[in-house]
Antibody, heavy 120, light 107 residues
Protein backbone atom coordinates (compact mmCIF):
# COMPACT_ATOMS: atom_id res chain seq x y z
CA UNK A 1 0.00 0.00 0.00
CA UNK A 2 1.38 3.39 -1.01
CA UNK A 3 1.69 5.77 1.92
CA UNK A 4 3.02 9.32 2.12
CA UNK A 5 3.56 10.92 5.52
CA UNK A 6 4.44 14.60 5.84
CA UNK A 7 6.00 16.24 8.85
CA UNK A 8 7.69 19.48 9.82
CA UNK A 9 4.90 22.00 9.72
CA UNK A 10 4.43 24.65 12.37
CA UNK A 11 4.00 28.27 13.32
CA UNK A 12 6.75 30.72 12.53
CA UNK A 13 7.36 34.39 11.92
CA UNK A 14 7.79 36.09 8.56
CA UNK A 15 11.31 35.72 7.26
CA UNK A 16 11.79 32.40 9.00
CA UNK A 17 12.79 29.02 7.60
CA UNK A 18 11.30 25.56 7.80
CA UNK A 19 11.97 22.15 6.28
CA UNK A 20 9.13 19.82 5.45
CA UNK A 21 9.64 16.09 5.04
CA UNK A 22 7.56 13.44 3.31
CA UNK A 23 8.38 9.80 3.92
CA UNK A 24 7.16 7.37 1.29
CA UNK A 25 6.48 3.66 1.61
CA UNK A 26 4.86 0.85 -0.33
CA UNK A 27 6.58 1.41 -3.68
CA UNK A 28 9.97 1.97 -5.34
CA UNK A 29 10.66 5.59 -4.43
CA UNK A 30 13.00 6.44 -7.32
CA UNK A 31 10.54 5.30 -9.99
CA UNK A 32 8.21 8.24 -9.48
CA UNK A 33 8.43 12.00 -9.59
CA UNK A 34 7.14 13.84 -6.54
CA UNK A 35 5.59 17.24 -5.93
CA UNK A 36 4.61 19.60 -3.17
CA UNK A 37 1.11 21.03 -3.49
CA UNK A 38 -0.22 23.64 -1.08
CA UNK A 39 -3.64 24.87 -0.15
CA UNK A 40 -4.15 28.16 1.66
CA UNK A 41 -7.03 28.19 4.18
CA UNK A 42 -10.33 28.04 2.30
CA UNK A 43 -8.60 28.30 -1.07
CA UNK A 44 -7.70 26.10 -4.02
CA UNK A 45 -4.64 24.01 -4.85
CA UNK A 46 -1.24 25.26 -6.03
CA UNK A 47 1.66 23.05 -7.09
CA UNK A 48 4.80 24.77 -5.81
CA UNK A 49 7.50 22.32 -6.81
CA UNK A 50 8.17 19.07 -8.60
CA UNK A 51 11.20 16.77 -8.76
CA UNK A 52 11.81 13.83 -11.06
CA UNK A 53 12.47 10.32 -9.80
CA UNK A 54 16.22 10.66 -10.34
CA UNK A 55 16.35 14.30 -9.09
CA UNK A 56 17.63 15.41 -12.51
CA UNK A 57 14.65 17.69 -13.17
CA UNK A 58 13.42 20.21 -10.63
CA UNK A 59 10.81 22.91 -11.14
CA UNK A 60 9.29 25.65 -9.01
CA UNK A 61 6.28 27.92 -9.16
CA UNK A 62 7.18 31.58 -9.62
CA UNK A 63 5.65 32.31 -6.20
CA UNK A 64 8.37 30.31 -4.42
CA UNK A 65 11.31 30.39 -6.84
CA UNK A 66 14.51 31.42 -5.12
CA UNK A 67 13.05 30.81 -1.66
CA UNK A 68 12.09 27.12 -1.67
CA UNK A 69 14.29 24.13 -2.50
CA UNK A 70 12.99 20.64 -3.18
CA UNK A 71 15.15 17.55 -2.79
CA UNK A 72 14.84 13.84 -2.22
CA UNK A 73 16.92 11.18 -0.49
CA UNK A 74 16.46 7.76 -2.01
CA UNK A 75 18.29 6.07 0.88
CA UNK A 76 15.58 7.34 3.22
CA UNK A 77 12.62 7.29 0.78
CA UNK A 78 12.06 10.89 1.77
CA UNK A 79 11.11 14.06 -0.07
CA UNK A 80 12.02 17.45 1.38
CA UNK A 81 10.98 21.05 0.94
CA UNK A 82 13.32 23.66 2.39
CA UNK A 83 11.40 26.90 2.78
CA UNK A 84 13.28 30.14 3.41
CA UNK A 85 12.25 33.79 3.65
CA UNK A 86 8.73 32.74 4.52
CA UNK A 87 5.87 35.16 4.00
CA UNK A 88 2.35 35.36 5.34
CA UNK A 89 1.06 34.24 1.94
CA UNK A 90 2.95 30.96 2.32
CA UNK A 91 0.48 29.97 5.04
CA UNK A 92 -1.15 26.75 3.83
CA UNK A 93 -1.50 23.04 4.23
CA UNK A 94 1.37 21.49 2.32
CA UNK A 95 0.75 18.13 0.70
CA UNK A 96 3.32 15.88 -0.83
CA UNK A 97 1.98 14.00 -3.82
CA UNK A 98 3.35 11.25 -5.97
CA UNK A 99 3.24 11.75 -9.68
CA UNK A 100 2.24 8.82 -11.84
CA UNK A 101 5.46 8.78 -13.89
CA UNK A 102 9.22 9.16 -13.46
CA UNK A 103 9.22 12.67 -14.90
CA UNK A 104 5.61 13.80 -14.66
CA UNK A 105 1.99 12.76 -14.75
CA UNK A 106 -0.98 13.29 -12.55
CA UNK A 107 -0.95 13.11 -8.75
CA UNK A 108 -2.01 9.57 -7.98
CA UNK A 109 -1.27 9.47 -4.25
CA UNK A 110 -1.31 12.23 -1.65
CA UNK A 111 -0.15 12.59 1.93
CA UNK A 112 -2.44 13.89 4.64
CA UNK A 113 -0.80 17.31 4.65
CA UNK A 114 1.10 19.42 7.16
CA UNK A 115 0.08 22.93 8.17
CA UNK A 116 2.50 25.82 7.87
CA UNK A 117 1.43 29.09 9.47
CA UNK A 118 3.48 32.24 8.94
CA UNK A 119 2.42 35.01 11.26
CA UNK A 120 3.92 37.63 13.51
CA UNK B 1 0.71 29.62 -17.65
CA UNK B 2 -2.29 27.48 -18.57
CA UNK B 3 -5.38 28.84 -16.84
CA UNK B 4 -7.99 26.25 -15.88
CA UNK B 5 -11.53 27.58 -15.49
CA UNK B 6 -14.16 25.45 -13.78
CA UNK B 7 -17.90 25.94 -13.88
CA UNK B 8 -20.15 26.22 -12.08
CA UNK B 9 -18.60 27.29 -8.80
CA UNK B 10 -21.35 25.52 -6.88
CA UNK B 11 -23.68 22.80 -8.09
CA UNK B 12 -26.74 21.83 -6.06
CA UNK B 13 -27.88 18.30 -6.83
CA UNK B 14 -30.24 15.82 -5.19
CA UNK B 15 -28.95 12.32 -4.33
CA UNK B 16 -29.49 9.99 -7.26
CA UNK B 17 -29.34 12.77 -9.83
CA UNK B 18 -26.66 13.35 -12.45
CA UNK B 19 -23.98 16.00 -11.96
CA UNK B 20 -22.03 17.53 -14.83
CA UNK B 21 -18.92 19.59 -14.05
CA UNK B 22 -16.99 21.57 -16.65
CA UNK B 23 -13.37 22.62 -16.97
CA UNK B 24 -11.81 24.73 -19.73
CA UNK B 25 -8.12 25.13 -20.44
CA UNK B 26 -6.78 28.41 -21.83
CA UNK B 27 -4.65 26.49 -24.33
CA UNK B 28 -4.20 22.92 -25.45
CA UNK B 29 -3.21 20.44 -22.75
CA UNK B 30 -3.84 17.47 -25.04
CA UNK B 31 -5.44 14.88 -22.75
CA UNK B 32 -3.14 15.55 -19.80
CA UNK B 33 -6.05 16.43 -17.56
CA UNK B 34 -6.98 14.98 -14.19
CA UNK B 35 -9.93 15.34 -11.85
CA UNK B 36 -9.70 15.20 -8.06
CA UNK B 37 -12.27 15.02 -5.28
CA UNK B 38 -11.62 16.71 -1.96
CA UNK B 39 -13.73 16.33 1.16
CA UNK B 40 -13.38 18.67 4.17
CA UNK B 41 -10.22 18.05 6.17
CA UNK B 42 -8.92 15.51 3.67
CA UNK B 43 -6.33 15.43 0.93
CA UNK B 44 -7.52 15.41 -2.66
CA UNK B 45 -8.15 12.02 -4.25
CA UNK B 46 -7.46 11.22 -7.89
CA UNK B 47 -10.63 10.30 -9.78
CA UNK B 48 -9.79 10.61 -13.47
CA UNK B 49 -6.50 10.84 -15.39
CA UNK B 50 -5.80 11.24 -19.07
CA UNK B 51 -9.14 13.08 -19.30
CA UNK B 52 -11.21 9.90 -19.35
CA UNK B 53 -9.51 7.09 -17.41
CA UNK B 54 -10.80 6.18 -13.99
CA UNK B 55 -8.17 5.82 -11.30
CA UNK B 56 -7.86 2.62 -9.31
CA UNK B 57 -10.87 1.93 -7.16
CA UNK B 58 -13.01 4.75 -8.53
CA UNK B 59 -16.65 3.72 -9.11
CA UNK B 60 -18.00 3.55 -12.63
CA UNK B 61 -20.50 6.34 -11.93
CA UNK B 62 -17.59 8.76 -12.38
CA UNK B 63 -16.65 9.43 -15.99
CA UNK B 64 -14.57 12.00 -17.83
CA UNK B 65 -14.63 13.29 -21.37
CA UNK B 66 -12.82 15.82 -23.50
CA UNK B 67 -13.44 17.98 -26.55
CA UNK B 68 -10.48 20.16 -27.48
CA UNK B 69 -9.82 22.33 -24.46
CA UNK B 70 -13.14 21.56 -22.83
CA UNK B 71 -13.31 18.79 -20.25
CA UNK B 72 -16.26 17.30 -18.42
CA UNK B 73 -16.62 15.20 -15.29
CA UNK B 74 -19.94 13.41 -14.99
CA UNK B 75 -21.27 11.68 -11.90
CA UNK B 76 -24.15 9.58 -13.18
CA UNK B 77 -26.08 9.11 -9.93
CA UNK B 78 -24.85 11.05 -6.94
CA UNK B 79 -24.36 9.10 -3.75
CA UNK B 80 -24.19 10.68 -0.30
CA UNK B 81 -20.42 10.18 -0.17
CA UNK B 82 -19.88 12.09 -3.44
CA UNK B 83 -20.69 15.54 -2.12
CA UNK B 84 -17.39 17.40 -2.06
CA UNK B 85 -15.25 19.87 -3.97
CA UNK B 86 -13.91 18.75 -7.35
CA UNK B 87 -10.81 20.13 -9.04
CA UNK B 88 -9.50 19.71 -12.56
CA UNK B 89 -5.76 19.94 -13.17
CA UNK B 90 -3.55 20.01 -16.23
CA UNK B 91 -0.19 18.27 -16.20
CA UNK B 92 0.83 19.04 -19.76
CA UNK B 93 2.87 22.16 -19.03
CA UNK B 94 4.75 23.62 -16.10
CA UNK B 95 3.54 25.23 -13.94
CA UNK B 96 0.99 22.52 -13.26
CA UNK B 97 -2.29 24.30 -12.67
CA UNK B 98 -5.60 23.55 -11.06
CA UNK B 99 -9.03 24.96 -11.66
CA UNK B 100 -10.71 26.92 -8.89
CA UNK B 101 -12.96 24.00 -7.97
CA UNK B 102 -16.65 23.12 -8.13
CA UNK B 103 -18.48 22.45 -4.90
CA UNK B 104 -21.19 19.80 -5.28
CA UNK B 105 -23.73 20.22 -2.52
CA UNK B 106 -26.97 18.59 -1.53
CA UNK B 107 -30.01 20.25 -3.02
Amino acid sequence: EVQLLESGGGLLQPGGSLRLSCTASGYTFTTYAMSWVRQAPGKGLECVSSISGNSASVTYADSVKGRFTVSRDSSKNTLYLQMNSLRAEDTAVYYCARRSGTYGGDFDYWGQGTLVTVSS
Amino acid sequence: EVVMTQSPTTLSVSPGERATLSCRASQSVTNNLAWYQQKPGQAPRLLIYGASNRATGIPARFSGSASGTEFTLTISSLQSEDFAVFYCQQYNNWPLTFGGGTRVEVK
